[in-house]
Nanobody, 115 residues
Framework: QVQLVESGGGLVQAGGSLRLSCATP????????MGWYRQAPGNQRELLAD???????IYADSVKGRFTISRDAGKNTVYLQMNSLKPEDTAVYYC?????????WGQGTQVTVSS
């Protein structure tokens, strides 16, 4: 079992920024891809941003231009920089990673955006 540990969530005012981190004890290049999801109460978990082993990225339309996924291989960490936050961004944010047929999830970190 691979451990993914998110951090960086919290309470922020609308228009503010947060940076989430997803740390793993293994090389991030051991995964085919890594990504960030979120789930708000009553909603399905949705993909926000994804980065492949080769560095290709994709973003959900709802966060494109506001959120940026990046990585630091030396720290075995993937980040999600979130700018121009809106109250509708309030959710639990999860990191995940795929390796072969296996998918791993972090425990989630709460992000709350006040209006």
């Amino acid at each position: 079992q691979v451990q993914l540990v998110e951090s960086g969530g919290g309470l922020v005012q609308a228009g503010g920024s947060l940076r989430l981190s997803c740390a793993t004890p293994v090389s991030i290049f051991s995964f085919n891809r890594m990504g960030w999801y979120r789930q708000a109460p009553g909603n399905q978990r949705e993909l926000l941003a994804d980065i492949t082993n080769g560095g290709s990225t994709i973003y959900a339309d709802s966060v494109k231009g506001r959120f940026t996924i990046s990585r630091d291989a030396g720290k075995n960490t993937v980040y999600l920089q979130m700018n121009s936050l809106k109250p509708e961004d309030t959710a639990v944010y999860y990191c995940n990673a795929d390796r072969s047929i296996y998918r791993y999830w972090g425990q989630g970190t709460q992000v709350t955006v006040s209006s």
